[in-house]
């Protein structure tokens, strides 16, 4: 079946540190890929996403590029900001199995001032 | 505009009542989604509509029921929850559902606490 494994959190940083999460996925064919935020108390998100190989998706200076051959997909921000605290999530979309989403456990993370 | 309202922001309810959960859209999508998300995790996906038909039931237990009455909106009926039903309930719409790997958009949620 599908699944996506983020890494564990919290991440916690300093403010203008560089950020990245790892996301690796298992699916057959070629799924679509997202990121996710949800900021404290809120609903989730659409932060970016990618369809194809080698796409990458950005939004708000993040950057995420779908890498087939790794079955990746990291999460990249290079100078995070006290408003970026939040919780990621990684997930994966296959046609064949319409549009069920298969999210990642979450990444927490925190950038302290 | 890509927004998925929600109403009402909090609910608190007891074991006995009944109450309900809208969600609204105006964006054309012809899929909309009913997740339940428990704190620390992620959504867990309840019911799907696809051209205001249910598609998708992920065996929930039958003190939620769903109701799509046009395109646009989207209602989780409850009644007798449990406790443990206390959740973040998250709406979702996408284009379509089905073939194509449509992204999905959320709404901010009604936090709900039964007592």
């Known amino acids: 079946g599908n699944s996506v494994t983020q890494m564990e959190g919290p991440v916690t940083l300093s403010e203008e540190a560089f950020l990245t999460i790892n996301c690796t996925y298992t699916?057959?064919?070629?799924?679509?890929l997202f990121w996710y935020v949800q900021y404290p108390g809120e609903g989730l998100q659409l932060l970016l996403k990618?369809?194809?190989?080698?796409d990458k998706g950005s939004n708000k200076g993040f950057e995420a590029t779908y890498r087939k051959e790794t079955t990746s997909f990291h999460l990249e921000k290079g100078s995070v900001q006290v408003s970026d605290s939040a919780v990621y999530f990684c997930a994966l979309l296959r046609e064949a199995a319409g549009n069920k989403l298969t999210f990642g456990g979450g990444t927490r993370v925190l950038v302290k001032p | 505009d890509t927004e998925v309202t929600q109403t009402p922001k909090h609910l608190v309810m007891g074991m006995t009542n009944k109450k309900s959960l809208k969600c609204e859209q105006h964006?054309?999508?012809?899929?909309m989604y009913w997740y339940k998300q428990k704190a620390k995790k992620p959504p867990e996906l309840m019911f799907v509509y696809s051209y205001e038909k249910l598609s998708i039931n992920e065996s929930v237990p039958s003190r939620f029921s769903p109701e799509c009455p046009n395109s646009s909106l989207l209602n989780l009926h409850l009644h007798a929850l449990q406790p443990e039903d206390s959740a973040l309930y998250l709406c979702?719409?996408?284009?379509?559902?089905?073939?194509?790997?449509?992204?999905?958009?959320f709404g901010p949620g009604t936090r709900l606490t039964v007592t």
């Open positions: 990618a369809t194809k190989a080698d």
């Open positions: 964006m054309g999508h012809r899929a």
């Open positions: 699916a057959t064919g070629y799924p679509s």
């Open positions: 979702a719409s996408s284009h379509r559902f089905g073939t194509d790997p449509y992204e999905q958009y």
